[in-house]
């Protein structure tokens, strides 16, 4: 028997799948660590055609602080006023411990193609987070769009687990 138990044992308990919508609005988010990889990627989606709503920071500070940026990001994303967002900080887990304190949001650091196509597949993942410090610019572009391009698959197994996860949102809140 699990540690913890669910307030629901309904095995129907189903996440719903989200209708089909390509990706068109992305919201990106750094800080100092990630400012340049940002700068980098923002260009990038923009000339593929992507609508890019910039969170911050806009300019370089040594002294700013990551959450200031990626809590709105994350609110945007659990709101649906974009369609997935790109937070980064110097290693990526600041700002992964951030987002997923947003409910609604399903985010993780990524470093590897198979991780990001998955994440979205299996764990309808909704924002990627990358390390400015960790990941070089051709790569981080390449996960960015393997992630963007990926689609959840709403797997009953997968819908189950992720209702498990939006009902932890609420359950530890109290």
């Known amino acids: 028997m699990p540690a913890f138990q669910f307030m629901s044992n309904d095995p129907a308990i189903n996440f719903p799948p989200r209708p089909f919508r390509t990706c068109q609005t992305i919201g990106m988010a750094a800080d100092h660590g990630g400012f340049v990889l940002k700068t980098c990627l923002t260009g990038r989606l923009r000339g ?18 990551y959450l200031d940026y990626i809590v709105p990001l994350a609110r945007a994303v659990a709101a649906g006023e974009v369609d997935r967002g790109v937070a980064i900080c110097g290693s990526g887990v600041g700002a992964t411990i951030t987002a997923n304190k947003v409910a609604g949001v399903r985010a993780c650091l990524i470093q590897d193609a198979f991780s990001a196509r998955q994440g979205v597949a299996d764990d309808d993942l909704n924002v990627i987070c990358l390390g ?36 932890l949102e609420t359950f530890f809140k109290s």
């Open 132 to 167: 400015g410090h960790t990941v070089a610019q051709a790569q981080a572009w390449e996960l960015v769009q393997i992630f963007l391009a990926a689609r959840y698959g709403g797997v009953a197994r997968h819908g189950r687990r992720l209702a498990k996860v939006a009902e």
């Open 48 to 65: 593929a055609g992507y609508e890019v709503i910039d969170f911050g920071d806009r300019q370089f500070d040594a002294e700013d602080d």
